[in-house]
């Protein structure tokens, strides 16, 4: 997709018209020079670049060197008079910059079928399960798989590489659209975070579809959302760019979660609970090494199954196959695609050679997430020893030390708290803060700072027949410490090697 090349006049009438613009200062620069590049990183500028200046942390030298490489406007909530450039003072440079970057790109959202995926868990399974349903679809039609911006990876098409967040930055963000778009992409799956959301990263994002999945008690700190209304109010931002929602009619907080869905001109509905919804699941059952469901659709009704352990995965299985009706998405390809689905990092199985060890590998982060795996694991491995590893992040969501204890003390036979992207603080620390909430339902822990240890204990310590989850990185391959990431290997890597040791003997 080519970017259109805009005279200036352009993007500040622009924020003129979203009543963006701080003063009635004339425009100080030329209004008919062509915008080669719209930047906010001053190491990506080019000579004509409308340079945005945004962040906390945002120092003016940052300007001066993208006025040296060619920047001839700035966009900022803040002048710099120090640095010689035109200045376009906005009142919010979040929600200009979300402009900016859609009309910089072309709007290529219009160009694509985009599926927006929210909720405080699942969001990744989710999506892997409907990309699958549709490059199914796709490939049936012999059409290029369809695009994904996860938690886990970017791969619109042209480029393909480890993400670093759950929904990128405006600029980064149009631009993976654009590539979708020339890439001939013409469906694209997303995760649509509660951060994005509120903070206009996905400003001029169309969306074909909007699914809700859940809302529980996470992100709510200093840093992200100061309470559970506003992390609620923010996720509920998604059905305002929608033209079909899906709603988990399970979730917590469903009327306000219907409510705001109804600005959507389609709404369809899925559920476990209620036989009423759009798409209805039931007889949940494990099936060998499958979880095999029965589903009620407005267009089929017949049996399903995916092979990601978790019977909690239905939901977002569930979730998929609500998506697929919006883009009567046959029958078939649901069922192709769901089956042969395989989410990184999420419920991985591995297995000792004897069969006495299972481990589960998976991303659950929060008290949510972890307490639905423990009450899932338990119910498929009955009478087993089941062993849980975690930690919790440092700097950030303390109120997920309590939840993640919680869970832990109520559902697992053994606890062992470890290291987890502990940032500023000690891993200790942190553990000790878990381990109130642990010790609460009476239950013992062990404390092991060294993810790469604590997961042989995990397994080799357990008491066989086993089932030991370990929780919280997922297929991630950097720890975030002190000094800042640091690689380290992933569970599942961890969790084969030390198989191998102990089935060698």
């Not at 991303?363 to 849980?388: C, D, F, I, W």
């Amino acid at each position: 997709m080519n970017r259109p090349r805009l005279p200036l006049g352009d993007y500040y009438q622009l924020l003129l018209r979203h009543k963006l613009v701080a003063d009635d200062t004339p425009l100080a620069a030329d209004a008919t020079r062509p915008v080669a590049l719209v930047s906010c990183d001053s190491k990506v500028v080019i000579p004509n670049t409308l340079f945005i200046c945004k962040g906390a942390k945002f120092k003016p030298e940052y300007l001066r060197d993208a006025m040296g490489k060619g920047a001839f406007a700035y966009v900022s909530e803040t002048a710099y008079p120090e640095v010689s450039l035109p200045c376009i003072r906005v009142t919010d440079i979040r929600q200009a910059m979300g402009l900016l970057a859609d009309r910089a790109f072309g709007h290529p959202s219009r160009a694509l079928k985009i599926t927006g995926i929210t909720g405080t868990k699942g969001k990744t399974t989710t999506a892997y399960y409907f990309k699958s349903i549709v490059d199914t679809w796709l490939a049936g039609q012999n059409h290029r798989e369809s695009a994904l911006l996860s938690t886990i990876v970017t791969d619109d098409g042209v480029e393909r590489k480890p993400a670093k967040l759950t929904t990128p930055e405006p600029l980064d963000l149009q631009k993976h659209l654009s590539h979708a778009v020339s890439a001939g992409a013409d469906y694209l799956t997303m995760e649509v975070s509660s951060q994005a959301l509120k903070y206009g990263r996905v400003i001029g994002v169309d969306l074909t579809c909007a699914v809700f999945l859940n809302i529980g008690e996470d992100h709510i700190s200093p840093v992200e959302h100061p309470n559970l209304e506003d992390y609620l109010n923010s996720k509920l931002l998604i059905f305002k760019q929608a033209k079909n929602a899906c709603v988990n009619l399970d979730c917590d907080h469903v009327e306000q979660v219907r409510a705001a869905a109804e600005q959507c001109p389609r709404v369809v509905t899925f559920s476990q609970k209620f036989p009423s919804a759009d798409v209805y699941g039931s007889n949940v059952r494990k099936e060998g090494d499958r979880i095999a469901f029965h589903v009620c659709t407005p267009r089929y009704e017949g049996e399903l199954a995916i092979s990601t352990p978790g019977l909690f995965n239905v939901e977002n299985a569930l979730a998929a196959v609500a998506a697929a009706e919006v883009y009567d998405i046959p029958r078939e390809a649901v069922a192709e695609g769901l089956v042969s689905a395989f989410v990184p990092g999420r419920m991985e199985h591995y297995v000792s050679r004897d069969g006495q060890i299972s481990v589960i590998v998976d991303y659950s982060h929060n008290g949510m997430s972890l307490q639905n795996a423990l009450r899932s694991v338990k119910a498929e491995y009955p009478g087993r020893e089941l062993t849980v590893m975690f930690g919790c992040t440092g700097g950030k969501g303390i109120d997920r030390r309590e939840g993640m204890g919680s869970a832990a003390g109520q559902w697992a036979d053994r606890i062992i708290l470890t290291e987890d992207d502990p940032g500023p603080e000690e891993v200790e620390a942190i553990c000790a803060d878990i381990g109130v909430f642990v010790s609460a339902h009476g239950k013992d822990y062990t404390v092991i700072p060294n993810r790469e240890m604590a997961v042989e204990q995990a397994i080799l310590g357990a008491s066989r027949p086993a089932v030991v989850l370990l929780a919280g990185k997922g297929c991630e391959t950097a720890q975030k410490r002190k000094n800042g990431p640091e690689p380290c290997i992933p569970d599942g890597q961890l969790a084969q090697r030390v198989l191998d040791k102990y089935d060698a003997g």
